[in-house]
Structure formats: C-alpha cells, structure tokens
C-alpha cells in the first residue's frame, strides 16, 4: 500500500515538472518551441495559442516523432489516415488561425524511415518519439478564421487587412 | 440568345470577383498569400512581386495543387519534366528575385499522394487544386538579381551589400 | 617547371577568390545566405556562427547537393549513413546552437532525383553539386546549448528565457 502511493507520488512529481518545464521562448521573430518524448504536437500548439493569445501564427518545425496523415477523400469525404512511427520529422510547415472560437491546426509534413523513403502529407496529429521536435513560430498581428468554403469542399483561410 | 448573355454577364462577374479577391495580407514578418483551385502559383507571386515592388523575397508554403516538377539533364541542359495532379503540397521553399527586370522565382517542393509517397524537386510549376494554398512571404530590402554562372551552367542569386 | 608555378599561383588566386566571395548578406529577417559549387554546407554554417557569433539561428534552404543522412539505430547507438549524390535539396529545416563553445548544427532535409523520388531525414552533411544552395537564416538574439539528455539519449536544445 505505501508503495503504491509512493509511485502515485513521484508519477505525480514527474508530470508536473513536466508541465512546468519550458516549453517554448520568446524571440525576435516569434518563439522557439521544444518538445520532448511523449508531448503531443497538436496540444502543445493549442495551449500555445491559447496562453499567448495568438491572433495567428505560422510555423516549421522537425525532429523525431509518431506522425499520423489523411488523406481526403472526395468520395467519403473523410481522411483515409495512415500511421508512421519512430522517424524522422524531415519538414513540416503549418498555419494556425481560429475556427468559431477554437484554435485551427493546419499542418503538412514529411517523415523519412530507416530506409530514408520520404513520406507524408496532412498531418492528423503527432507525437514525440525518442528525441525532441523543434519549431519556429512566427506570430502574425491580425487574427484569422478558417471557414468552410462550399465551392471547394475545404476549410479555407480568410484573410482580412 | 438572352440565356447565352446572361451566362457570359454571370461569368464575367464570377471572373470580376475572383480577381477582386484578397489574394494576400501584410503581416509583421512579411505577407501571407491564400491562393484557391484554380490559382495558378507563379502568376500570383509574379503579380506580387511586381505590385508591391518586392526587391527580393524567401517563401514557404503548402497547400493542395497540381504541380509540375523538372530534373535538370546535364545532357539535354533542359528539364525533364513530371506532373502530379491533386497531391498534397507537403512542404514548399523558395526565393524570388529579378533577371533583366523580370521576375525571377526559385521554387523547390514536396508532393504526397494517397499512398502518402512523397515525390518532389524543382517546381516548374503549380495551381491550386480542391482546396488551397498558403504562403508566407519573407520580404528583404535588397534587389537580388539572378545571373547565369557559366562555370557551374547555372542561374545562381548574386548577393550583394 | 615555369608552367607548374603559374598553375600554383592561378589555383591558389581561384581559391583566394572564393573565400573572399561573399556567401551571405544581411536582410531584415536575418541572413540570405548564397552557396555553390564545391562548398561544404557545414562548414559554411559554422563559419557564419563564429564570425556573426550568433547566440542560436533556425533556418531552411534548397538548392542542388551531394547529402548524407544519417538514421539513428538505437542498437548500435550511431547513425546508419547513406548518401544521395547529385540532387536536388526539396527542403532543409534546421536550428544552430552551441554545445561547450562548439557549434553545434541539426539539420532535417528531403532530397529528389531524376525519377522525383523523396529520400530525407537527419543531415549527417552535405555539399553544394553543380548549382547552388539558397539559405535563410533567421537569428535569435538568445543563446541556445543542446545538451545530451540521458532520459531519450538523445541532444535536446535546451530553452531559456
């Protein structure tokens, strides 16, 4: 009994120095991030937008992660996803903007295996794998929305001066 | 007659307001372009550069596009070329600058398939496909020309203070 | 023995001349920095560090190369090399600190060859191939160290404010 509470306590230890560790830092251009083993792309970047109340960002990034892709299709219309784990975030890109209040991911990517064959696309969301993933924020001054635009079938960007 | 009159006075009007259409946004670290199906990539950044007498710009982007590609043949000195229609733009990066007072645009890509195969190289060119393409323009304040280096055969970005 | 020392003295003005060229100029957003033919990627970034002595940069490129990736094994705990001569730089993402007064380089990228295949991933190195190398660098105005993290095994650029 007391050992189960003892490992409740340093789980407990653990994962709030892991919430309280740095994840990211102010610079000229924007902010650099770091995430480490286990740290979920989409979340980080989420609270990301909501702490620093981004109006929107745009950004790039690599290292080494579980990545996961759709890719849509037109007749189900829904993204056929594809898993790849442990490699090599060769490149990603992204925009983030806001959609009826919620923050708005879009991110495309590139991951290379041990064979170094490059896959990727849209990315559905990652993880850390054994390493870490760096990115590069650059905030913008003006908030953009992502809405459906009917004519093309997709979530459109708008933009606004 | 009057029905075909009307659809040309409809269409002249769509056209009307697709050129209308906000194609970018000035942001702090440069601008943000949204293209959308139909676009066509260069003729877009080529209207940029010379309505905001860009001097010289670096570019990101991804989006969903048809998009051409060409390997340089050392034999041929042309490019042998290769087209992929509706793919992921995974990952884009590019420079713009001028050649003989014509705008000068360096592209290089990453497409992805519903295989999530990832295939890509120097882009000869791109259009929108369904869906859209976003673009982040770095602007710098330095005209960069473009000049043909003979001993490497090839159009190199000639720097200068 | 005339001809030789006219030979010496003509390659030895060629090299001076190319290490007098100017590889990088200031822009607003940092550094557009140009390379060619025979110049090693690396080593350039390095030299650039130490002469703007920069406290940590992100950049990205494309270009035409001779790369080497690298896969981590995590067996044998070094990395699985491969090279890819004489094509084309689709994408490089990396960030620059220091590691104990060293430079310390990571670079992702993704290359294509003439059948537009993508091979990618960590950038072990690589030269500029017939054509040039186009590189931004934004600059931080914080210094970074990447320190080994024993937890992943792996070198984690560490964040401070």
């Known amino acids: 009994m007391k050992r ?7 789980s407990l230890c653990v994962s709030m120095a892991a919430n309280a560790q740095t994840r ?6 924007g902010y650099l991030m770091v995430l480490r083993q286990g740290d979920d792309l989409f979340t980080q970047l989420e609270a990301f ?4 109340k981004a109006p929107a960002v745009n950004f790039t990034g690599m290292g080494f992660v579980n990545a996961r892709f759709g ?3 037109q007749q189900t219309k829904e993204y056929d996803p594809r898993s790849f784990d442990n ?3 060769a490149s990603m890109q992204g925009t983030i903007g806001w959609q009826q209040d919620s923050v708005s991911i879009h991110a495309h990517g590139v991951v290379t295996d041990k064979t170094f064959q490059a896959y990727g696309g849209h ?4 993880t850390v794998s054994t390493g870490s993933l760096e990115i590069m924020i650059t905030v913008h001054d ?4 992502r809405a459906k635009e009917e004519s093309i079938g997709a979530n459109v960007l708008q933009l606004k001066d």
């Not at 937008?49 to 620093?52: D, H, I, V, Y």
């Not at 003006?142 to 929305?145: A, D, G, N």
Request: zero cysteines; hydrophobic letters at 65%.
């Open 71 to 73: 890719f849509f299709n």
């Open 49 to 52: 937008m909501l702490k620093e």
């Open 123 to 126: 990315l559905l969301g990652a």
């Open 87 to 89: 490699v090599e975030l």
């Open 4 to 10: 189960v509470m003892f490992l409740v306590l340093i």
């Open 142 to 145: 003006k908030r953009f929305e």
């Open 24 to 29: 990211y830092v102010k610079v000229p251009a």
